[in-house]
């Protein structure tokens, strides 16, 4: 309404001006004149331009009533010729401005207030402007008029968008807040917080806490699940680019990280970034620089992050910190990550809240802040042995505040913290969350001053510390939390020394100097097009130009956004989890396994290519990742020579050598006299034509069922075998796939082993295990990895091989022992049932031949499966290496009992895979006690059941980056005089291999 005031101090322009000079104050608030300048009384016109209340003697300087005169002047020429009036500038408002004076006459200039009231209506003012502008300029006002009113109306029309604006803006931060709300109470269930007053203080120290009764307000965290807890992978550290949104260190290691963007990389590991918040430009190395999403896999001990840090007692909160991770989620810790901030304090952190550094020197210490450097250095050169102070609540320790050793009490522990509240010598309070084996807790400390050796208090005297009440060190090992691994009898005194050297932080092993990289897509892929209603056809699908020689070198799971297909990840509603949803290229939205099924089936699999294993549902697969190794010795491109679908390079990081000599071979050398028949009248086959969708009616996924039914196995969801081409449970008695005698199509759901490599393997050197195999993409959950291929030999051939070449290649084909083991053992298990239960019964202790499609009665849960393997396994008496290869080895002598089936054969033995000289990809495959693939039986172009492939699936999603391992179950201390120290590194690790 300003506006509207300015029209009435035109009024009083032409008789303004008093030229008494006086030394006053200018009205004009804004004045910038000095004293001893002429000042000249102010009119009611120029009080009013001013937005001063009008008052007999109120001055003006010479300036400012030039300004308002020119005003004016300019005002009158705007309605001269016609243009808006309101289109000017006036000066600021300083203060509310009075305009009606009940006191005063009713002048022109009162007449004119009073129409400038703030609720002045447009009516009002076309008056006002007609009655007083008329005299003036004797000119129509009527276009002066609509020249005002459009004017206001834009006015308003720009004040509307604005408020629009405004109230967007709003709304998203009021839905941005929810989403915070729902995050921080979809814990709800899980974790609590109780507040918790302890008023008791027992003391065993009573000359300075006694008095001390105040109520200490602690925080206790009740056990969380591993909500939003990721599966377990290698750390995604993919390069930086341009625009990236990243966190930045702004000004030292000890205070917060902000988020910045990449604005340019300089070189390799040298970044320009500028900071969000202020514009601040930087050049950093990518070691403070920080990803600005939370991994989609757990971080390993030892990594270099930034995490919130949150504590009620200490200043810092909610900023991201840097630190390293010390402790892994477990139920322990109630799945929280412990992290050592640089800034010299400890805490737990959950996953959401933690982000993974660019890049992390290989050595741990190297990187982190002087204040915790040694300290970091001493505990990862132990981990996962840690020395840390068992305490009670309300116990007396001494400990370090400010540089000074004082008193503190305990309150509270949790998992490896402990709350101290210390008292110094002015009894002021410090409450304190402190790791359980912090150099600034006495006892460690005191301990660190002796000798090492001694850590472990015998038991005697910790029961002499419990009887005190004294908080006593212990040996803890975070890997077999209870277990602390001790040399066994038997072992020799250098084996003990490697016993040792398993414990070793297992990133000192690793060779892993590599990126994941998230590969570009081509911009003139074609994309989905925008979605109309209509029914899907192999139209759908027609339009993309599929070329297949462009896919060998794509990952599998890529190809789909190669061709036609959009993946996207999206929060689902409750905010409780990412789910991934297809854009299909007609346009359609997908959400699972099946409805893709059904649309590829629909859409003929555009011309047979895509099958339903090409896509994937799980957010933290990422398709286009892809591992790099940045620095190496040697490399080469495709240890396959173009035999497999995918290149297999290897590549080694450690020296010039390459891999030794290996016939690459993807199809099983069979040996003289070994009798592998492929005739047809060994394989039964379906007519399905539906894909073998219908399990009930393909013969070939019957015999599969039928056969498991011997072994009273309890299947996950009820699913045995191949789901949409995954397999996620080991079928014990073997999968039937379809095969070339089928009718059905090759993209039939029932073949998976028999299809090319789909992921893209890559051969390295390890440090001590020898050529092992990674992955360099993404593998998800259930994935066929490849086959194990060799020569197979007659049992006697290989071992005459064997001796003289060595075995370490050895695999054993030994399904039948492995069914015949586990079924007899049940029976064994159901005899014992049936004696126990006084049944009379005599089913199970009959003599019966393993058979495929016969089914035997069932009575044991399938719990006691376990324990009939370890029934056997106890049996092992293995004089060599060489059979223990095959995690379904058990090939004991139950014969001696039980006859084998073999008898029915024309050769008894077993027969055995030797990769030695002849093999594939498999045969690169390491030990670990902690697995990430397990082996499968196959059968494909055979039902001779000596004749199975053995085939690996991904156990768990296994990150791009991660050595494929599986578990040879080995039994150790079974051949005699011989010893395999086992180097996987795992925190299961059972610390020899054979
Ligand atoms: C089938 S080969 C695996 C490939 C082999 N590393 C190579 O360089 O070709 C089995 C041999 O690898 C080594 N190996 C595998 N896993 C190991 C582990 N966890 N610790 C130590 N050695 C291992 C042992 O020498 C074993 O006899």
Redesign the pocket.
């Known amino acids: 309404m300003v506006i509207h005031k300015q029209c009435s101090m035109v009024f009083n322009i032409f008789h303004f001006v008093n030229n008494n000079i006086m030394a006053q104050k200018c009205i004009n608030y804004q004045c910038k004149s000095k004293f001893g300048k002429k000042f000249l009384s102010a009119q009611q016109s120029v009080c009013n331009y001013y937005h001063v209340p009008f008052k007999p003697y109120q001055k003006v300087c010479s300036i400012c009533l030039e300004i308002c005169i020119k005003h004016f002047n300019r005002l009158g020429k705007q309605m001269k010729s016609q243009e808006c009036i309101f289109n000017n500038e006036f000066p600021a408002r300083h203060i509310y401005i009075e305009l009606s004076d009940s006191d005063d006459e009713e002048t022109e200039d009162n007449i004119a207030t009073s129409i400038l009231s703030e609720d002045i209506h447009e009516n009002d003012l076309s008056n006002y402007i007609k009655t007083v502008w008329y005299d003036f300029i004797k000119n129509p006002v009527d276009l002066q008029l609509q020249n005002c009113k459009n004017f206001i109306n834009s006015e308003k029309h720009n004040i509307n968008e604005t408020n629009n604006q405004i109230n967007s803006l709003i709304k998203q931060i009021s839905i941005d807040l929810s989403k915070l709300h729902c995050n921080l109470y979809k814990f709800n269930n899980c974790r609590q917080f109780h507040y918790e007053k302890e008023v008791n203080i027992i003391d065993n120290n009573p000359d300075k806490i006694d008095t001390d009764n105040d109520a200490v307000v602690v925080i206790k965290n009740k056990t969380i699940k591993p909500l939003n807890l990721p599966p377990k992978g290698q750390p995604r550290r993919c390069s930086l680019r341009s625009g990236d949104k990243v966190y930045a260190m702004k000004y030292s290691m000890c205070r917060p990280w902000f988020e910045a963007t990449v604005e340019s990389p300089i070189s390799k590991t040298y970044f320009n970034i500028s900071f969000n918040d202020d514009g601040n430009k930087k050049i950093l190395n990518n070691k403070n620089l920080a990803y600005i999403n939370t991994s989609n896999t757990q971080y390993p001990i030892g990594s270099r992050v930034i995490a919130k840090f949150q504590d009620m007692n200490i200043k810092l909160t909610d900023n991201f910190y840097v630190g390293v991770i010390a402790e892994k989620p477990k139920y322990l810790n109630n799945f929280r990550y412990m992290i050592f901030f640089d800034v010299g304090y400890t805490q737990y952190v959950c996953h959401e809240d933690i982000r993974l550094l660019c890049y992390q020197s290989k050595i741990i210490s190297d990187d982190v802040h002087e204040n915790v450097k040694e300290f970091v250095k001493a505990y990862f050169n132990k981990y996962p042995e840690r020395i840390m102070v068992n305490f009670n609540k309300k116990q007396l320790v001494r400990a370090e505040l400010n540089s000074k050793w004082s008193l503190a009490k305990v309150v509270n522990t949790d998992a490896s913290l402990v709350q101290l509240k210390f008292f110094n010598q002015e009894n002021e309070v410090h409450i304190e969350w402190l790791y359980r084996g912090s150099n600034r807790l006495g006892p460690i400390y005191n301990q660190l001053n002796k000798n090492i050796h001694d850590v472990q208090p015998t038991t005697s005297m910790v029961n002499v510390y419990k009887k005190l009440n004294r908080p006593y060190i212990k040996l803890e090992n975070a890997a077999k939390e209870k277990k602390i691994i001790k040399p066994n009898k038997h072992k020799s005194k250098k084996n003990v020394i490697e016993i040792i050297s398993i414990n070793e932080f297992s990133s000192k092993k690793q060779t892993n100097s590599g990126v994941i990289e998230t590969i570009n897509l081509p911009p003139d892929r074609p994309k989905p097009l925008p979605y109309k209603a209509h029914q899907c056809s192999h139209l759908c699908m027609l339009w993309i130009q599929y070329d297949y020689s462009k896919t060998k070198t794509m990952n599998t799971l890529s190809i789909p956004l190669h061709f036609g297909f959009e993946r996207t990840i999206i929060q689902d509603e409750n905010l409780k989890s990412s789910k991934v949803v297809y854009k299909t290229p007609c346009g359609r939205i997908i959400k699972n396994e099946k409805e893709m099924y059904n649309y590829l089936k629909t859409v003929e699999y555009g011309k047979n290519i895509m099958t339903i294993d090409f896509f994937n549902f799980d957010y933290f697969v990422n398709p286009l990742a892809l591992y790099k190794e940045t620095e190496y010795f040697n490399y080469i491109d495709d240890i396959s020579f173009e035999m497999e679908s995918k290149q297999i390079s290897a590549v080694n990081c450690l020296n010039h050598t390459s891999p030794p000599p290996l016939k690459y071979i993807t199809e099983r050398e069979i040996k003289p006299g070994v009798n592998l028949n492929l005739d047809t009248k060994f394989l039964c086959s379906c007519d399905c034509t539906d894909n073998c969708e219908n399990k009930t009616k393909c013969s070939c996924w019957q015999l599969t069922y039928e056969c498991q039914k011997k072994i009273p196995i309890n299947y996950k969801d009820n699913i045995i075998g191949y789901n949409y081409k995954r397999l996620y449970e080991t079928v014990y008695t073997g999968i039937y796939e379809c095969n070339a005698y089928c009718k059905c199509k090759k993209t039939c759901l029932n073949r998976v082993v028999q299809e090319p490599l789909s992921s893209t393997l890559q051969i390295f050197l ?1 440090e ?5 195999v990674r992955t360099l993409v993404d593998i998800p959950k259930g994935s066929f990895v490849c086959t194990y291929i060799g020569a197979v030999y007659k049992e006697k051939e290989a071992e005459i091989h064997g001796m003289k070449y060595g075995d ?2 050895q695999a054993e084909l030994d399904y039948i022992e492995i069914v015949q083991g586990i079924k007899e053992g049940y029976e064994t298990d159901a005899d014992q049932l049936d004696i126990e239960s006084d049944s009379k019964s005599s089913s199970s202790s009959e003599e019966e031949e393993f058979n495929p499609g016969q089914v035997i009665k069932s009575k044991i849960p399938i719990e006691s499966k376990m324990s009939l393997r370890q029934n056997i396994q106890n049996t092992n008496k293995k004089t060599d290496g060489k059979h223990q ?1 095959s995690k379904l080895n058990i090939k004991q002598k139950i014969g001696n009992q039980k006859e084998s089936l073999r008898k029915y054969f024309d050769y008894s033995g077993t027969y055995i895979l030797d990769a030695k000289f002849s093999g594939n990809v498999g ?6 006690c902690d697995p990430n693939i397990f082996v499968q039986n196959v059968f494909v172009d055979s039902h001779d059941l000596r004749f199975p492939w053995v085939a690996y699936f991904a156990l768990t999603y296994i990150a791009a980056g991660t050595e494929l ?1 599986w578990n ?1 179950s080995y039994t150790v201390g079974s051949v005699e005089n011989k010893v ?5 590194g795992s925190e299961k690790c059972s610390g020899r ?1 054979i």
């Open positions: 390890t001590k295990k020898g050529w092992g370490e290649y290869l045969r690169y495959f390491n030990h670990s391992t040879y395999l120290v086992c180097y996987c291999l």
